[in-house]
């Protein structure tokens, strides 16, 4: 048994350092999250073991994944730590329905415009902050500001909603009636692998920056900025890429968001708790991995969604989101995704031990 | 609302037109945050000063009068003050540790319910709750720095924030959960003085009163005091201190439960003049940050300039701009001030 233990051990640990290990293991999620709205009907001896997943809950799962990935592009990758990037998240939600609603365009074109909006806000927060050398809590207070703003100008300016902000519009209003071309759905699961779109576009782009030449100069700003710039890489140009694809992918779930629920206002899109539900699960899944954001998703998203429609008890999903973020900074900080690596370590080191006691 | 009183919508057109819009004026009302709305509507003693812009407004009287100037003076003073107060912690964990506190807003709501709990237990003028409230803070800041910041304090700074913002949200949820989340008061009505026409809110005129007398105590503290003496060594330098044999971690600790001990005071005194909800913690915080940064992030003297600042920009925003639109003013100068002078206005350390 210990055998072929240590075999299945030694087995995964080769696979881990083979350089198609990542994508594969990225290709097996996402297949994974595929079938998962039918794994959940699979019952077995009259249970289900994943009956408690509701379409529902599993949408919100991946939007705050898809929003994490776009975080852990701009935050993760460079180390430039964002705390405001509801602002790209609020201007994705907004420009799309308010170009649906008021000018009848279809939303896929909203959305476009919506992202490209967020990536010139983006590039603005990023010029200014990069350029006046803001670091640390400064630069995360800095975003943090420019997505107050926003929250602000939604808020006080009538003409974009004003506080009670937009209602969905029917999509006969704008579109022959539901489906993909009018973003409307008459059921959740077509919204389900609509967003599980969303994730896989953000993710393989992800991917592609974690393995091409830009992801080595992000990383190389994230360990030592100076030294990077020593050697000769633009850090400021690269900087401002990283924010402003990061803001371009963020406002897609923004966007869907704008079509899945009925209204948005700015204190769903733009308030300060957005800030940390978009960054919360990169940092529990692992911060500058590629699986981390899905993998810390779906640990805290369905949780805190269990914990809220189970007990009826407000707040209380917030307090678990709480105590899940102390645990994870304190105890390990590199997210969820490092716990098979751990645990191959432990067993190795064991195992060597017991050979060396046999020898 | 408020708007219909206001000088320039009753200088625009005729008065009459100015009040018969103004319910079209309020679409951003509903969920605007309710700070300066409450601290300076939520006064009974106010709604009189408003009547008696409104009537002026009516009569079409040219505004804005000396009175009422010196009217929003006196109020833009009062809240610059309690904004002050609400920074002296922030920028006091700031300045010694390099932690930027996210539950410093919710250790206030703590405080708030605190009084009110206190004070409807006993039966005792919330005046004698705050005290209570000042130490439960400080016990709550050393249990929080042992056990979630103490382990990390060498860590990268995100870290720091991250943990704070959990310890915010378990300390908010916790509030929700016991109390719900409906507007409290202490149903407490300490009135106005009157001078010349001006009205002073007791309330808040208290509130200010034991802010400055908070900022002196900490003040004397930090440079009389051979505690004070090595807090100021280890916001200088935390290497040094620790060379010279100052135990930085019990400074630490120490500094942690005395900035939760200011935002106790500050959350304490509240409820003197406002009433309070869970969420009333974040509308603090977010100014709380622009206060400090803009006063300079560690600076005591700082932090009520940069509290007068934001007080008289959302009084006067409120009154001249509408809505909530003072806090895009707010954040525009927060931006501002940190590209140009990131250090702040009076930047330095705790010790300055």
Redesign the interface.
Known sequence: MSNALSRAVERYGAFRDERYALPVLVAVSLVVLAAIPFLRQLALFGYAPLGWLSLNMLIVTLIWATTAQAWNIMSGYTGQFSFGHAAFFGLGAYTTIILTGTLGVSPWIGMLLGSVLSGIYGLLIGALTFRYDLEGHYFALATLAFAELLRYVFTNVPQLGGASGFFRPLAREYADGPGLAAFQFTGDLPYYYLILGFLTIVTVVSLAINRSQLGYYLFAIREREQAAAAIGVPTYRYKLLAVAVSAFFTAWPGAFWAMYFNTIRPTTVFELLVNVEILLPAIVGGIGTVLGPIVGSFVVIPVGEFVRQSFSVPGLNNAVYGVILIAIVLYSPKGVVSWPSRFVELLRSRTDLLDDDGA | MLSSFLPDACCREAAAVALASAPDVP??????PASAADALGGLAALAGAFDALGTQAVLGVSLPSPTIFAQYFVFAVLLGGIYGLVALGLTMI?GVM?V?NFAHGALMVVAMYAVLVFSDATGLSPFFAIPFAVLLLFVVGVLIYRS?IA??ID?P???Q???T??????L???V??VF??DPQQLGLDLGSLEISGVFVPQGQLYALVIALVALAGTWLFLQRTMLGRAIRGTADNRDGAQYVGIDVPRIDALTFGIGAALAGLAGGVIPLFQSFT?ALG?QYL?NA??VV?LGG?GSFPGAFVGGLIIGFIQVFGSAYL????Y??VI??A??LV???K?EGLLGGSADE
């Open positions: 679409a951003s009302a509903p969920d605007v700031f390099d930027i979630t382990p990390i860590a700074q995100e870290n924030l991250i943990v913002f959990g310890v915010l949200l378990i908010i949820s916790a929700e959960m719900g989340s869970p974040d977010i940050f622009v940064v992030l509408g809505g909530s639109t806090q895009i954040f525009l927060f931006i940190l590209l140009v990131p």
